[in-house]
Each structure stands twice: as C-alpha cells, then as structure tokens.
C-alpha cells in the first residue's frame, strides 16, 4: 500500500516536471496573447476557460489510448521510453539551440487582425489549444508517461492514469492561470527575462528527455 501511494505521488510528480516545460503555459500565453487582446478581463476568462479545456481533452485521450496503440503495434516499453526520450530531448535541444520560439511569440505579438475577435471562438481549437498550447511535443511526453507509467495489473494501470491525469489537471490549471494574466506577465516580465524563463524551460526538457531514455536503455538491457 505504501509503495504505491509513492509511486502514485511520484508519478503525479514526474508528468508535471515533465509536462510543465513542454506545454510552457508562461511562454504560450505571450504567443496567444494577441488573440485575446480585444476582450474585456470576463470575456477572457470564459474562452481561456475553454481553451483550458480542449487541452485537458487532448491530453485524456493521448493517455487512454497510448495504452492500446502500444499493444496494436506490438510495441514494447523499453522502446517507447528510448524513442520517447530521444525525441523529447530533441525537443529541448532545438529550444536551447535557437530563438525561433521566441522570435516567433514576438511575432505573432505584432500581428493584430481587425477580424481576430469575430474569428476568435473558431480559433479556440485550432490552432490556439492544438498546436500552440499543446502540440506535437506535449503529445508525444504524454504518449511516453503512458509508457513509463504502464502496468500488467488493470488496478495498477488505472492507479497510473489517475496519477498522470492529475498531473494534467495541474497544467490546465496554470494554462487558465497563466492566459488569464497574460497581459499583466508582458508587463512585468519584459521580452529579455521571457528568454531567460524559455531557456531553463527548454534545459528541463532536455533533462527529462535524457532521463526518461537513460531508463529505456537500462530495460532494453535487462530484457
């Protein structure tokens, strides 16, 4: 019992590390910022909202359904850690390497359409929620946790999604949180500090990228 209420904290622990980077709520709510510009602080609440959702909806379904396309293509564990962990990496590696995510949170900062508000709810999904808040990378960290975190035991399995669903429900929260305030971040933060967070951001993800393959590694060799 008490070894799986740690491994239950422990995974909780591990999805947010892993997730926080990736899905960037800070950095994302600078890139979607301009979408909300024209709303008044309720207005915003109640699409953020949305969008907060649509995010924990994508991130349920990546989780539940890992599980099954795993046994589909007859993938093993260790494999979907190794790759997992390598592409993640990559990931932060491209982060650490260039600016082309900031350069392009700056640039879309600039773009202000005359049609954004009348366009903004068919906007809310596509391309806000997916790909900018959680894209190709928050999927393929969550497909990897689903992997780390799986069970031959029904109950163990459904102890592990619960675990990494909270952790979801946890980054939902601070996307909510985060594009509420946006606004209020731009202001404090300023363009030279929001680099410095996307840096330490992007180094964390290469780190639990590295982590994540290192322990793929060692099950391929213990098969």
């Known amino acids: 019992m008490t ?5 239950f904290i422990q995974l909780i622990f591990i999805g947010f590390i892993a997730l926080f ?5 800070i950095g994302g709510s600078f890139m979607v910022n301009p ?11 109640k699409v953020v909202k949305k969008v ?3 995010a924990f909806i994508i991130s349920a ?25 390598i592409m993640i990496c990559k990931i932060g590696w491209e982060f650490l390497s260039s600016d082309k995510h900031s350069d392009s949170a700056e640039q879309t900062s600039e773009k202000k359409p005359a049609q954004l508000r009348a366009r903004l709810y068919e906007s809310l999904f596509y391309p806000i929620t997916f790909p ?3 894209g190709a990378g928050t999927i393929s960290v969550l497909f990897t946790l689903s992997a780390h975190g799986k069970s031959n035991d029904f109950t163990g399995y459904l102890i592990n999604v619960g675990a990494l669903l909270i952790s979801v429900v946890g980054i939902c929260l601070l996307i909510y949180f985060f594009y509420v305030n946006a606004n209020r971040l731009i202001n404090y933060i300023g363009s030279h500090n929001e680099k410095i967070v996307n840096r330490l951001m992007a180094f964390l993800i290469f780190c639990v990228g590295l982590q994540i393959a290192v322990e793929g590694i060692n099950n391929l060799i213990k098969i």
């Open 61 to 85: 379904v990546t989780l539940f359904v890992g599980r099954w396309v795993l046994q589909l293509f007859g993938l093993t564990i260790p494999v979907v850690q190794l790759a997992g962990g």
């Open 132 to 134: 900018m808040t959680t």
């Open 21 to 25: 980077p990736v899905v960037n709520p």
């Open 3 to 7: 070894e799986n209420l740690y491994a």
């Open 52 to 54: 907060a959702f649509y």
């Open 35 to 45: 979408y909300f510009t024209d709303l008044s602080r309720r207005e915003r609440k």
